[in-house]
């Protein structure tokens, strides 16, 4: 029921269609925490090895927090829901900056790649355009330190909001709402788990 109460990592075990699946409570991040406040580094650096991230919000009050959590964890070089950008870049030893779009771009074209290259002082390179890429994902693969992370926002206490809201939070991507208190749809959250990890169950 109260914020902020989780103080250090704790760690437990999910059982789930015969699967062990390890859980890490992490504790809360607040704004300012890529910059190190709250010990902001530290719980981010943890959150950059898992393979799912559970993002905990309070059903009454979703989408700031959300909308926080999002922006440090992006400053911290976590990309949710997203698949890397299709681009491939080399560094070479002469030759200039060479660009190979595969597809139709609206975001990038050789002077804007030559000036984005030029910040990091890379002046020989051949970058390869797979996707309609923005300045920002070609900033990524340069930076070549970014994780690609599927998440799962866990909104919480669905069981103090009107049947609307609730309508309303069904149609939030990525999103499951449960009561923890009622112990309300953990199922749903289960199986939106088990898809995202795109675990598959052998049978030997």
């Not at 704790?10 to 704004?31: F, N, R, S, T, W």
């Not at 926080?68 to 681009?87: A, Y």
Request: charged share 25%; with cysteine.
């Amino acid at each position: 029921p109260y914020e902020f109460t989780t103080l250090t990592t704790v760690p437990g075990v999910i059982h789930y269609k015969g699967a062990k699946i390890q859980l890490l409570d992490l504790p809360g991040i607040i704004e300012g925490a890529k910059d190190g406040k709250g010990r902001g580094r530290q719980v981010i650096a943890v959150a950059r090895t898992c393979n799912l991230i559970f993002i905990c919000l309070d059903a009454l009050k979703p989408l700031g927090h959300k909308q926080i959590i999002e922006r440090e964890l992006e400053g911290f070089g976590i990309r949710l829901n997203r698949q890397p950008p299709s681009i491939t870049f080399r560094r070479k030893e002469k030759g200039g900056i060479n660009l190979t779009a595969m597809v139709p771009t609206t975001h990038l074209d050789l002077d804007t790649v030559k000036a984005i290259l030029s910040e990091y002082r890379i002046h020989n390179a051949d970058i390869v355009l797979r996707c309609d890429a923005t300045e920002d994902e070609l900033i990524d693969v340069i930076e070549g330190n970014r994780m690609y992370i599927p998440a799962i926002y866990v909104l919480n206490k669905i069981d103090q909001i009107s049947v609307e809201e609730l309508d309303i939070i069904y149609k939030v991507p990525h999103c499951v709402p449960i009561s923890a208190h009622h112990k309300w749809n953990f199922d749903d959250l289960l199986e939106k788990m088990w898809e995202y990890l795109n675990l598959v169950r052998i049978y030997t």
